[in-house]
């Protein structure tokens, strides 16, 4: 069984930062793409940013220049640095990770239980 564990949420006045981390534990054969998406209430959830086994990484447009994905292999974990936060990030962010188990060389994608981020003065 694998697991995404989420830490980092909270409250911070705008124009702060966050960081979020992720480990993923449990039977993994290797890690393909990790990433964080967002749920805002009454709002779809929607991609934040991603990162590739090889280090490639994306950005939704609302939060390019301002959040910085990486990853550290050795720990299946990867981070979230969010730096000038706005009231409009407030959401739950969830961890992602698409990964080979080691248990049947199965390919899934896996989700995190959330944090919740809130941006108010």
Partial sequence: ???LGESGGGLVQPGGSLRLSCAASGSIYTIYTMGWYRQAP???RELVSTITSLGNTNYADSVKGRFTIS???AKNTVYLQMNSL???DTAVYYC???LMRYS???VMDTWGKGTLVTVSS
């Fill in 96 to 98: 992602y990770a698409n």
């Fill in 86 to 88: 706005k009231p409009e």
């Fill in 42 to 44: 009454g709002k779809q």
């Fill in 71 to 73: 990853r550290d292999d």
């Fill in 1 to 3: 069984q694998v697991q």
């Fill in 104 to 106: 049947d060389f199965e």
